[in-house]
Every structure is written in C-alpha cells, then in structure tokens.
C-alpha cells in the first residue's frame, strides 16, 4: 500500500477514536453513494456530523484542511441527502472537518465544525 493511504487510514482511525471520545456515536465510516465517499458519518445528540478527515505529513503546501475543494463538498452534500432520506432520519446536518497533521510521532488534531461555511 502507497504511504499516502497509510496515512490516510491512519488518520481515519485517529479521527475516528477523538470523534467517540469527545462523546459521538459513529454510524458510518467510508460510506459510498455514486462518487462520494463520506469518511464518517457521526452523531451527537440531535446533530449528524459528516466528517472529511484530512491527514498530511507536512503542511508545506497548505494545511489538511486546504484540500477540500468545491466538487468533494458537492458529493458529500448530495451523499448525505441520500443518507438522511434513506434512514429517515430527522437531524441537524453539521459538515465538518477533521485536520490531522503529523509532526514526527504525534499527530495534531484540529476539528473544524461547520468548516463548509468557511468555503
């Protein structure tokens, strides 16, 4: 497997347990529909966080969170219209970002909530 994904999954997993540590419930990991893969699908009280996990190893080129552009929100937008009509579920929608940054050994985790609005 290519570092990269290496990476990436492990960076899914790092996510993945600070998400259930800071008290949500994972639904989904790495749920696909059409050309969309939402990396995870959480909830937190009435709240359906969607989760873009972004790991890098050097923020020389810009930081994680940098790397989400307008067509991967699209998909991940239209995704989970499918996700919330399709379990009939009545929530709150949140997009979030998940920004891990390794720095040697040690990963630095920055959650960004509501971070499409930034964009």
Known sequence: ?????????????????????????????????????????????????VVEVKTRSSNYFGNPQDFVNSKKIKLLVEAINEYVTSKNLDVEVRFDIIAILKNNNTFEIEHLKNAFLHF
């Open 1 to 49: 497997m290519a570092t990269h994904n290496e990476l990436g999954e492990k960076g899914e997993k790092i996510a993945a347990e600070f998400l259930q540590k800071n008290g949500y419930q994972l639904l989904e990991q790495n749920w696909r529909f059409k050309k969309a893969e939402v990396d995870i699908i959480a909830l937190k009280h009435d709240t359906l966080a």
